[in-house]
């Protein structure tokens, strides 16, 4: 069963071959061991293959396996414990997803209060430098190719966002979530296919704070966020 690391047209279970569209690796991996979950074929409390058994399983590397059993973790199906492994919890989707410490519950009803704001105030505060560096942010992400790579970005785009603001605590707030706000885009790429969407709407975003149009700002954010909204809707209501 190989996948390979870019894309692929199909994985082969139980002697047949089922067909997938042209995903990336990690959404043909994490498509394949959520429905082995969901179906039953692994069964709750079972224990997953090593990161290593998978990756050979697949195809892939290690990294690709790690990215896919990150949103099975993030979804509630699977838990991974240090130095025992992955384990099965649940055979359908969590009623909210599980980043770190943080829930998308706990961000979803947080941000617009922290990063709306700061993004009005960015554009009438950000300075020289600030702008330089969203906007490499910006043309980096609409070229980056590594879903990893990509999320840092994304984290970090927020939080200069927040800097820029010249607001101490909207900074601290956001770099607070910022691994939060990476688990989430990770499993809402690899799930509901976001990455494209989310780099328009940054570049939104940047054009607005460019332009030193505060309420074109705030305007831009809230639609980012609440098209984040409607993409985690999409997974829990599944």
């Known amino acids: 069963m190989n996948l390979s690391d870019s894309r692929t047209a199909g994985y082969q279970s139980e002697g047949t071959i089922t067909p ?11 498509n394949a061991i959520r429905g082995d979950i969901e179906s039953g074929r692994v069964a709750v409390s079972a224990k997953l293959s090593s990161e290593a058994a998978l ?8 990294s690709v396996v790690r990215e896919a059993l990150r949103s099975c973790n993030a979804l509630g199906l699977t838990v991974t414990r240090t130095g025992k ?3 099965v919890v649940a055979n359908q989707v969590a009623n909210d997803l599980v980043l770190g410490q943080f829930s998308a519950r706990d961000l979803t009803e947080a941000r617009p209060h922290i990063e709306i704001p700061a993004a009005g105030l960015a554009a009438e505060r950000r300075s020289a430098e ?20 990509w999320v840092t970005l994304d984290s970090s785009f927020h939080a200069a966002i927040a800097r820029a603001s010249g607001n101490k605590v909207f900074e601290s707030v956001v ?3 910022r691994d939060a706000l990476a688990h989430q885009s990770e499993t809402l790429n690899l799930v509901t296919d976001r990455q494209l969407a989310s780099d328009h709407e940054h570049q939104r975003i940047l054009q607005a704070i460019e332009a030193g149009n505060a309420a074109d700002a705030r305007a831009a954010m809230s639609e980012h966020l609440h098209a984040v909204g409607v993409a985690l ?3 829990l209501s599944e």
């Open 233 to 235: 809707d999409s997974i």
């Open 55 to 62: 990756a050979q399983q697949y195809g892939v590397s290690r």
């Open 20 to 30: 997938l569209a042209r995903l990336s690796a990690a959404e043909a991996v994490f």
């Open 85 to 87: 492994g992955t384990f």
């Open 130 to 149: 600030d702008l330089d560096t969203l906007r490499s942010m910006v043309a980096s992400m609409a070229v980056e190719s590594d879903p990893e790579a």
């Open 175 to 177: 770099a607070d979530i």
